[in-house]
């Protein structure tokens, strides 16, 4: 949070039982999204949900200001996960959102490098893949290289030299 506040983003949070349209709807996950099965979300009530992402505080801010918008939401998220060595059924989660005339991919390519840098040393290298998020367009999965063997291949990095951090994209329209 501090990298992002140095940057001039301001932290914002939003509550962990969160309505459906905030978790699913305005993020344009479609009906049959398999993240809206019970065998992956937590309904607490009838049109309520234990937030799966921390997405939802980002839809509470664009509704109660105009843009400019430049906020972090960190915060506590639930899924159905199957417990194992990267997966629990609750985690912390950071996300950003920026959105303001004229900003670009560029933008957020140098900004999570300068994030990746800062928490990961400033040796650290970054990727963008090309992925797919049903509320972003275009995205791109953010690699780091590994941490271990400095790219070289390992067991940890599976002998790609690359390790997944985060997702990430431009706001969709």
Known sequence: VNVFVG?????????????????????NFPPW???????????????FVLRTRTSPAQIRV?????????????????RRDTPDASHLMSFFQI????????????????????????????????????HYFPFTEPSAELDISCLVCGGKGCRLCKNSGWLEVLGCGMVHP
């Open 33 to 47: 999204h398999p993240s809206r099965d019970d065998f992956d979300s937590f309904y607490v009530a009838d049109g």
């Open 62 to 78: 664009m509704k109660s200001q105009d843009p400019p918008v430049r906020v972090v939401v960190p915060g506590r998220c639930y």
């Open 7 to 27: 940057l001039g983003f301001k932290a914002v949070e939003g509550p962990e039982i969160e309505t459906e349209y905030n978790n699913f709807d305005a993020l």
């Open 95 to 130: 996300e950003g959102l920026y959105v303001d005339h004229d900003v670009s991919l560029a933008d957020l390519k140098g900004t999570l490098a300068i994030f990746a840098r800062e928490v990961f040393g400033p040796e650290t290298k970054i990727r963008f893949r090309p």
